[in-house]
């Protein structure tokens, strides 16, 4: 089946450590995005990369970073940075053709204890 | 600023009341309008994307319709199974990423 996977569902980091998401796709895409979202919050982007080896900030990249060295995986590092990172998060990609439409994972729900 | 904002921010239906959701956008060059649902703790499913001003497509019990100014998803004759939020987005032109509304939570009472 072709779709989007993320790890861990459930993810707990003590202050000051560093935690990476994971994110992977079979659908072949190029595109691939990080949102973060809030309770009554919409999604904000994080970041996100059109082709393998490039990406760019997205509205709130503080506190994070990204790789993207194979098309497949984008994962995302929340540092101890990251003031607040209590949260849900939604790696989703995309392709241009036909229709450009971003497809969702099932997230990750990070709490920092 | 860009701007995208759904209204209401929640509704509570009775089991086949038919209603609308809004989604009011103030962008420049718009590409297309996206419609997705989410349930709870789980990830957005997409629905629609609509791409010019007149345009209309349906699915099952759900309808959306767009404006130069606005988006409705029209919801007829809901059942308990439609209740989850929906999420409205925008991408323009020269864009691949998307600017999200704050989403309605529906709620459908058998």
């Known amino acids: 089946d072709g779709g989007i996977t993320q790890s861990p569902k459930y993810l707990f980091r003590k202050e000051g450590q560093n935690v990476t998401l994971s994110c992977e796709q079979n659908?072949?895409?190029?595109?691939m995005y990080w949102y973060r979202q809030d309770p009554g919050q919409g999604l904000r982007l994080i970041y996100y990369?059109?082709?393998?080896?490039?990406?760019q900030k997205g509205d709130i990249a503080e506190g994070y970073s990204v790789s993207r060295e194979k098309k497949e995986s984008f994962p995302l590092t929340v540092t101890s940075a990251q003031k607040n990172p209590t949260a849900f998060y939604l790696c989703?990609?995309?392709?241009?053709?036909?229709?450009?439409?971003?497809?969702f994972g099932p997230g990750t729900r990070l709490t920092v204890l | 600023e860009d701007q995208v904002t759904q209204s209401p921010e929640a509704l509570r239906l009775q089991e086949g009341e038919s209603s609308s959701l809004n989604c009011s956008y103030t962008?420049?060059?718009?590409?297309?309008l996206f419609w997705y649902r989410q349930d709870p703790g789980k990830g957005p499913e997409f629905l629609f994307t609509?791409?010019?001003a007149g345009e209309e497509k349906e699915k099952e019990r759900l309808k959306a319709t767009l404006t130069k100014k606005e988006s409705f998803l029209h919801i007829t004759a809901p059942k308990p199974e439609d209740s989850a939020t929906y999420l409205c987005?925008?991408?323009?032109?020269?864009?691949?990423?998307?600017?999200f509304g704050k989403g309605t939570m529906l709620l459908v009472s058998p």
């Open positions: 989703a990609s995309s392709s241009e053709e036909p229709t450009d439409t971003q497809y």
């Open positions: 659908l072949n895409h190029d595109a």
């Open positions: 990369s059109q082709i393998v080896n490039d990406f």
């Open positions: 962008v420049s060059g718009l590409r297309g």
């Open positions: 609509l791409y010019s």
């Open positions: 987005a925008v991408q323009l032109s020269g864009y691949s990423t998307l600017t």
